[in-house]
């Protein structure tokens, strides 16, 4: 225990150790990306206002993919699960009662949210492999129930149609653009409650329940909590991008959040780097914006996205893009 | 009565089929402690295979009952060295790495396999002609018992005890054992692990080529998305029975089918996958282990 | 019914006692009737050869464990099997014989992980970052600063925690658990892999933690450490108590030694080299 010796240590700013070069790089450019993705409508094709709006849309999902198996380390393949109910819940609100759109919002990411609780919380406690299963499950009775049209209010097999935009500060969302923009901007939203997540205990307490459980919960972490609670946090958000969902395509069917959907939502996350917003964003580019450069080939998406995800696992297992050590 | 006693031929039927794609899941789950989610798809390709095998001119000179042989050998060969490729290339590389790795790599074959399926053969759903296995069924009671079903029951049966002895009562099988229960010590026992890992790539596949193909058999058709709905119920049937426990396999594939024959039966066709599904989650819940499994526990 | 707290001195209020435990995995007996109790500024010590079951008595007090029989209680509640968390709760802490440091985080974020339950945010006061949650930030950071100073790891507080050297990381760790300012702390091994010179630093830090108002068990195989350090010394074998009592009596008393003794093939077993020592010089 020795003060004399030391040099004075200024105490450092944040929780978070300073960041890399590439890391201050990246939190210029990457605003400055955003603000030019604003342009997209003005001069992009069509074709291509569709797909910047559908990447935003999938970002938020694969985001919050990124929540609860990135960060807090759970198994979840069936994520999907609450995409579809948070457009489901929406397309129902707004067709069946009349809702106005914006009011199904917060209704949405609310009920998704208190899924996600509901049904975690008596599996938390499985082992990865099998928790990975019942989250398989749980996605297959949700298609299953959307198919069958359970209560006789998600239109089946074929969905509901005919979801409309919202109307804010009386200009109604209605054209493709009108949507980008809304999706743009959520997108930013989320990217900034992320960011926030990473520099506020809850986000440190998911890394330590993910890094070394017992260790936590010898800290006082209730960890079956927490886990719960990402599982909430993570499908409410979800949720919200489901409603975007629903009205970008003013469509929901069961067709959209099904098993497959959600394999590629836990891919995106390990093959773009777990805990990595970049990473993240990058997984979601590769899958959805890239096959549409090349729409001769569509058929081959999945056989090359197979490929991919194997050569990435062998050849580098931490992610296409890391998180930077010392923050995650 | 007869429904009951339909519902039950129908169900150790499907049983047996879910029980010899189980064993691939549980045989590798042992092992390796890594859910091959390939499976599904390569006990489809021996459908896929096997039709094929059916189907070409080239054998049209050979009698019903040697074609049907000789198109169950051809899956059971391809597969298993597609299964073998699988683990060279998709598994074996990231032996030491961290298990989520292998998950993804394996979800990635599987797209890979059954994306393939789809390029080679077609999207469409593949027939199987009609004239392969004699058109008999016998009465039990008011239930019937088809030609195609006694065939499948016997064949799953026969593998299944021959499996059994196999995994008991050979050297081989023990070693396979004893890899499953500790890789390490089995290593310094002298057990050649790579072989035994080997073999159960050989193993697992060909039963599993052996299920898919009956699977066409009995629907006499078949398509490239069947593995993923086959092979879920199969790793389902695997996971009640205690994932990694070979006599839990063909107990889970057993009980899955009576229960799918008979939830089908009562409930509803429809909500068939769910109930299943519904199935698992209870039971987890109560055994986190499975029926037959091991309980785990955490050294500190 | 518990006597009244005194300020400093050992022989006060006993804060944990642990009342005929036991623990039984499958056929094996690891702790048979173990009964003992720490007072309130004590450093106690449990000794014993390999494999008498020390570990395994520490993570049924912490609740990694859940005893069989017998009962374990805190300010004379019981706390037998409760979830480790509560137990962290109620003001115990450890620190691992592994060393159990947060991978791929810094010694800054692993110490901070040390004040979880100080922490007021609530869930969504972190996701909007409210002014707040930055202030209870910068106090979380200070006060694991302060803790970082006295262990002498304020240099490396930056530094990812696994890539310090042995000792290093044993302080971090241990920085980890004062952070909280329990009132209990339990260290299991804690001069494992150290020289002799961290050694006696290893001692006057845990006088200094006793200092500071807070009770110590440790588990050790140094001697050098146990029988300079400690008030009260239970040395346990097969998982059952051989002997307690103050370091001088337990050095030459013949159980213990029989105990030590009764190992195949520990040629460097301090407590044997110790006692050889004595035998030398008297």
Same mark, same amino acid.
């Given at each position: 225990?020795?003060?004399?010796?030391?040099?004075?240590?200024?105490?450092?700013?944040?929780?978070?150790?300073?960041?890399?070069?590439?890391?201050?790089?990246?939190?210029?450019?990457?605003?400055?990306?955003?603000?030019?993705?604003?342009?997209?409508?003005?001069?992009?094709?069509?074709?291509?206002?569709?797909?910047?709006?559908?990447?935003?849309?999938?970002?938020?999902?694969?985001?919050?993919?990124?929540?609860?198996?990135?960060?807090?380390?759970?198994?979840?393949?069936?994520?999907?699960?609450?995409?579809?109910?948070?457009?489901?819940?929406?397309?129902?609100?707004?067709?069946?009662?009349?809702?106005?759109?914006?009011?199904?919002?917060?209704?949405?990411?609310?009920?998704?949210?208190?899924?996600?609780?509901?049904?975690?919380?008596?599996?938390?406690?499985?082992?990865?492999?099998?928790?990975?299963?019942?989250?398989?499950?749980?996605?297959?009775?949700?298609?299953?129930?959307?198919?069958?049209?359970?209560?006789?209010?998600?239109?089946?097999?074929?969905?509901?149609?005919?979801?409309?935009?919202?109307?804010?500060?009386?200009?109604?969302?209605?054209?493709? =653009?009108?949507? $980008?923009?809304?999706?743009? %901007?959520?997108? +930013? &939203? @989320? !990217?900034?409650?992320?960011?926030?997540?990473?520099?506020?205990?809850?986000?440190?307490?998911?890394?330590?329940?993910?890094?070394?459980?017992?260790?936590?919960?010898?800290?006082?972490?209730?960890?079956?909590?927490?886990?719960?609670?990402?599982?909430?946090?993570?499908?409410?958000?979800?949720?919200?991008?489901?409603?975007?969902?629903?009205?970008?395509?003013?469509?929901?069917?069961?067709? =959209?959040?099904? $098993?497959?959907?959600?394999? %590629?939502?836990? +891919? &995106? @996350? !390990?093959?773009?780097?777990?805990?990595?917003?970049?990473?993240?964003?990058?997984?979601?580019?590769?899958?959805?914006?890239?096959?549409?450069?090349?729409?001769?080939?569509?058929?081959?998406?999945?056989?090359?996205?197979?490929?991919?995800?194997?050569?990435?696992?062998?050849?580098?297992?931490?992610?296409?893009?890391?998180?930077?050590?010392?923050?995650? | 009565?007869?429904?009951?006693?339909?519902?039950?031929?129908?169900?150790?039927?499907?049983?047996?089929?879910?029980?010899?794609?189980?064993?691939?899941?549980?045989?590798?789950?042992?092992?390796?402690?890594?859910?091959?989610?390939?499976?599904?798809?390569?006990?489809?390709?021996?459908?896929?295979?096997?039709?094929?095998?059916?189907?070409?001119?080239?054998?049209?000179?050979?009698?019903?009952?040697?074609?049907?042989?000789?198109?169950?050998?051809?899956?059971?060969?391809?597969?298993?060295?597609?299964?073998?490729?699988?683990?060279?290339?998709?598994?074996?590389?990231?032996?030491?790495?961290?298990?989520?790795?292998?998950?993804?790599?394996?979800?990635?074959?599987?797209?890979?396999?059954?994306?393939?399926?789809?390029?080679?053969?077609?999207?469409?759903?593949?027939?199987?002609?009609?004239?392969?296995?004699?058109?008999?069924?016998?009465?039990?009671?008011?239930?019937?018992?088809?030609?195609?079903?006694?065939?499948?029951?016997?064949?799953?049966?026969?593998?299944?005890?021959?499996?059994?002895?196999?995994?008991?009562?050979?050297?081989?099988?023990?070693?396979?054992?004893?890899?499953?229960?500790?890789?390490?010590?089995?290593?310094?026992?002298?057990?050649?692990?790579?072989?035994?890992?080997?073999?159960?790539?050989?193993?697992?596949?060909?039963?599993?080529?052996?299920?898919?193909?009956?699977?066409?058999?009995?629907?006499?058709?078949?398509?490239?998305?069947?593995?993923?709905?086959?092979?879920?119920?199969?790793?389902?049937?695997?996971?009640?029975?205690?994932?990694?426990?070979?006599?839990?396999?063909?107990?889970?594939?057993?009980?899955?089918?009576?229960?799918?024959?008979?939830?089908?039966?009562?409930?509803?066709?429809?909500?068939?996958?769910?109930?299943?599904?519904?199935?698992?989650?209870?039971?987890?819940?109560?055994?986190?282990?499975?029926?037959?499994?091991?309980?785990?526990?955490?050294?500190? | 019914?518990?006597?009244?707290?005194?300020?400093?001195?050992?022989?006060?209020?006993?804060?944990?006692?642990?009342?005929?435990?036991?623990?039984?995995?499958?056929?094996?007996?690891?702790?048979?009737?173990?009964?003992?109790?720490?007072?309130?500024?004590?450093?106690?010590?449990?000794?014993?050869?390999?494999?008498?079951?020390?570990?395994?008595?520490?993570?049924?007090?912490?609740?990694?464990?859940?005893?069989?029989?017998?009962?374990?209680?805190?300010?004379?509640?019981?706390?037998?099997?409760?979830?480790?968390?509560?137990?962290?709760?109620?003001?115990?802490?450890?620190?691992?014989?592994?060393?159990?440091?947060?991978?791929?985080?810094?010694?800054?974020?692993?110490?901070?992980?040390?004040?979880?339950?100080?922490?007021?945010?609530?869930?969504?006061?972190?996701?909007?970052?409210?002014?707040?949650?930055?202030?209870?930030?910068?106090?979380?950071?200070?006060?694991?600063?302060?803790?970082?100073?006295?262990?002498?790891?304020?240099?490396?507080?930056?530094?990812?925690?696994?890539?310090?050297?042995?000792?290093?990381?044993?302080?971090?760790?241990?920085?980890?658990?004062?952070?909280?300012?329990?009132?209990?702390?339990?260290?299991?091994?804690?001069?494992?892999?150290?020289?002799?010179?961290?050694?006696?630093?290893?001692?006057?830090?845990?006088?200094?933690?006793?200092?500071?108002?807070?009770?110590?068990?440790?588990?050790?195989?140094?001697?050098?450490?146990?029988?300079?350090?400690?008030?009260?010394?239970?040395?346990?074998?097969?998982?059952?108590?051989?002997?307690?009592?103050?370091?001088?009596?337990?050095?030459?008393?013949?159980?213990?030694?029989?105990?030590?003794?009764?190992?195949?093939?520990?040629?460097?077993?301090?407590?044997?080299?110790?006692?050889?020592?004595?035998?030398?010089?008297?």
């Amino acid at each position: 225990m020795n003060h004399a010796n030391q040099t004075a240590q200024p105490t450092p700013a944040t929780v978070a150790p300073p960041a890399g070069a590439g890391t201050r790089l990246l939190r210029i450019v990457g605003p400055l990306l955003w603000v030019a993705g604003l342009a997209i409508p003005s001069v992009m094709s069509p074709a291509w206002i569709t797909i910047g709006g559908i990447f935003a849309i999938y970002s938020i999902v694969a985001l919050s993919q990124d929540i609860v198996l990135g960060r807090a380390g759970m198994y979840d393949m069936g994520h999907a699960v609450f995409f579809g109910i948070g457009a489901y819940t929406s397309a129902i609100l707004s067709l069946s009662f009349n809702w106005p759109i914006l009011w199904t919002i917060p209704v949405a990411i609310v009920l998704a949210a208190a899924l996600g609780a509901i049904l975690s919380a008596p599996i938390v406690k499985l082992r990865g492999d099998y928790l990975l299963v019942v989250t398989i499950g749980f996605n297959a009775i949700f298609v299953l129930a959307m198919k069958n049209n359970v209560f006789g209010l998600t239109g089946g097999a074929d969905g509901l149609f005919g979801v409309s935009g919202p109307t804010l500060f009386g200009h109604m969302f209605g054209t493709q =653009s009108d949507l $980008f923009y809304l999706n743009w %901007v959520v997108m +930013a &939203i @989320v !990217l900034w409650l992320m960011r926030n997540l990473d520099r506020s205990s809850l986000g440190r307490t998911f890394r330590y329940i993910k890094h070394d459980e017992l260790a936590a919960t010898t800290l006082g972490v209730n960890a079956r909590n927490y886990k719960v609670a990402a599982f909430a946090l993570s499908a409410g958000i979800a949720g919200l991008a489901g409603t975007l969902f629903a009205m970008q395509l003013s469509a929901v069917s069961p067709g =959209s959040f099904q $098993f497959t959907d959600s394999v %590629v939502l836990f +891919a &995106i @996350v !390990l093959v773009g780097g777990q805990a990595s917003v970049p990473g993240v964003l990058l997984g979601t580019a590769m899958m959805f914006v890239v096959p549409q450069i090349f729409t001769e080939f569509a058929q081959y998406r999945y056989l090359v996205f197979g490929i991919a995800m194997i050569l990435v696992m062998i050849l580098r297992p931490q992610g296409i893009w890391p998180a930077r050590k010392g923050a995650l | 009565m007869d429904f009951i006693l339909q519902q039950f031929i129908n169900g150790v039927t499907v049983g047996g089929i879910y029980a010899l794609i189980a064993l691939g899941y549980t045989m590798v789950y042992g092992v390796l402690k890594m859910i091959n989610f390939a499976h599904g798809d390569l006990c489809i390709l021996g459908a896929f295979i096997g039709l094929t095998t059916l189907t070409s001119g080239a054998l049209g000179g050979l009698s019903t009952p040697v074609l049907l042989v000789l198109a169950f050998l051809i899956a059971m060969i391809v597969v298993a060295v597609a299964g073998t490729l699988l683990d060279q290339f998709a598994y074996k590389p990231l032996r030491k790495a961290h298990r989520l790795s292998a998950v993804v790599s394996a979800l990635g074959a599987s797209m890979l396999i059954e994306n393939g399926i789809m390029l080679i053969w077609s999207p469409n759903v593949q027939v199987f002609p009609n004239n392969l296995l004699p058109n008999i069924s016998w009465q039990i009671g008011g239930a019937y018992l088809s030609f195609v079903q006694l065939l499948i029951i016997i064949c799953a049966f026969l593998l299944m005890a021959a499996l059994y002895f196999f995994v008991h009562h050979t050297r081989v099988g023990t070693a396979i054992r004893a890899t499953a229960i500790d890789q390490d010590a089995a290593r310094l026992m002298g057990i050649n692990v790579n072989r035994v890992i080997a073999m159960v790539f050989i193993i697992g596949p060909v039963l599993g080529a052996i299920g898919g193909l009956f699977i066409g058999l009995y629907y006499r058709q078949t398509y490239f998305t069947m593995g993923w709905s086959y092979g879920l119920n199969a790793f389902i049937a695997a996971i009640i029975g205690g994932i990694g426990n070979i006599p839990g396999a063909m107990l889970g594939g057993l009980v899955l089918g009576l229960f799918n024959a008979f939830a089908a039966g009562y409930i509803s066709s429809s909500w068939q996958d769910a109930i299943t599904f519904a199935l698992l989650i209870a039971i987890l819940l109560v055994r986190p282990s499975g029926l037959l499994g091991e309980r785990v526990a955490e050294k500190v | 019914m518990n006597p009244p707290l005194s300020s400093n001195p050992p022989s006060g209020e006993v804060l944990l006692e642990l009342d005929r435990v036991g623990i039984s995995f499958g056929g094996l007996r690891a702790v048979d009737d173990l009964s003992f109790q720490v007072r309130r500024g004590e450093i106690v010590g449990l000794i014993g050869p390999n494999g008498a079951g020390k570990t395994t008595v520490f993570n049924m007090i912490t609740g990694v464990y859940r005893p069989t029989d017998g009962q374990i209680r805190w300010h004379g509640q019981e706390i037998t099997g409760l979830a480790p968390h509560l137990i962290a709760k109620a003001g115990v802490r450890r620190t691992f014989q592994t060393i159990r440091l947060f991978a791929d985080m810094t010694v800054l974020e692993n110490v901070i992980a040390g004040q979880h339950l100080l922490m007021q945010q609530s869930w969504w006061q972190g996701l909007l970052r409210t002014p707040a949650q930055r202030r209870e930030e910068h106090a979380l950071v200070e006060r694991a600063m302060e803790v970082l100073h006295q262990l002498d790891l304020a240099d490396v507080a930056q530094e990812i925690a696994t890539s310090l050297p042995y000792g290093a990381q044993r302080r971090v760790e241990m920085a980890r658990t004062l952070v909280a300012r329990p009132e209990l702390i339990i260290l299991d091994e804690p001069a494992a892999g150290l020289n002799e010179q961290e050694s006696a630093g290893l001692n006057d830090t845990i006088r200094a933690i006793r200092d500071a108002g807070i009770t110590v068990i440790l588990v050790e195989h140094d001697m050098s450490v146990v029988m300079n350090v400690t008030d009260n010394i239970v040395v346990i074998n097969f998982g059952k108590k051989i002997a307690e009592g103050k370091p001088a009596d337990i050095r030459t008393n013949p159980l213990v030694i029989e105990a030590y003794l009764g190992q195949d093939d520990d040629e460097d077993d301090p407590l044997m080299n110790a006692i050889h020592e004595e035998q030398a010089q008297s």
